[in-house]
């Protein structure tokens, strides 16, 4: 089961940070309506809710939703990111042993796709050809 985590982990990592390099990073302020994440607030949004998802429904360790201020820049939150997908790796290694860490596991996952799929939109906004879908 757990190779199976890994695997499903590393394929939502790669498809993920292939989206984040996809904008050029002279659009990581693009938003495609006033009243949204741009495109780089969005992949900070991906990158701390894969801690907190992992910390209050893997680990089991409650903690209030509290994000600090996104990463600057192209590279700042590309380097966000993949801290955030090390610490779940981690996270997965050494937790997922049990139903609940699981079942956390699977809603980290599904938290990162329903935006990265909003992330997928903005390319399409800028003219940008998505990555093809790893899975």
Known sequence: MKTQLL?????????TLGV??????????FK????VFSFGELL?????????WEENF??????????PAPASGKE???SYLEGAFAA??????KHATTDKAIAGFY?????????RGQATTYLRCRGIVPPEYIY
Do not use: F
């Open 107 to 115: 809603a980290t996952i599904d938290h990162i796709t329903h935006h």
């Open 32 to 35: 495609p309506a006033a009243e």
């Open 20 to 29: 984040a390099a996809a904008m050029p990073a002279k659009n990581y302020d």
């Open 44 to 52: 900070h949004h991906i990158g701390y809710g894969i801690g907190w």
């Open 76 to 78: 700042a939150t590309m």
């Open 88 to 93: 779940l790796k981690e996270s997965v290694e």
């Open 7 to 15: 695997t499903t982990l590393e394929n939502a990592r790669n498809y």
């Open 58 to 67: 893997m680990r089991q360790q409650s903690s209030d939703w509290n994000p």
